[in-house]
């Protein structure tokens, strides 16, 4: 079993930057990947940034060259980070981490980013 805990949401400017953060914890093992996802009300969820065990990362066209992925390994905890600059209204959401092994996915309880002067 995998807890996943995120933390580091809040109100920012429009302009501003804000880091948010993700531990990944338990029987970690097969570790496959780990990401960040968000969401608004009435639309899907959706990929922010990714990386996977190997190292390689996945932006959404939208985030690239405003957000940095990166990730920590500690005995039997994975950790996230994701440095959002540049931010935007439009990146107001409820943001995920999602922790992934070879056979299925754990969430987190979500952080809410909200972007607004």
């Known amino acids: 079993q995998v807890q996943v805990v995120e933390s580091g949401g809040g109100l920012v400017q429009p302009g501003g930057s804000l880091s948010l953060s993700c531990a990944a914890s338990?029987?970690?093992?097969?570790?496959?990947?780990i990401g960040w996802y968000r969401q608004v009300p009435g639309k899907q969820r959706e990929l922010v940034a990714a990386?996977?065990?190997?190292?390689?990362?996945?932006?959404a066209d939208s985030v690239e060259g405003r957000f940095t992925i990166s990730r920590d390994n500690a005995k039997n905890t994975v950790y996230l980070y994701l440095q959002m600059n540049s931010l935007k209204p439009e990146d107001t959401a409820v943001y995920y981490c999602?922790?992934?092994?070879?056979?299925?996915?754990?969430w987190g309880q979500g952080t809410q980013v909200t972007v607004s002067s």
């Open positions: 999602r922790y992934s092994d070879v056979d299925r996915g754990y």
């Open positions: 338990g029987t970690i093992f097969s570790f496959y990947g």
């Open positions: 990386i996977t065990s190997g190292g390689s990362t996945k932006y």
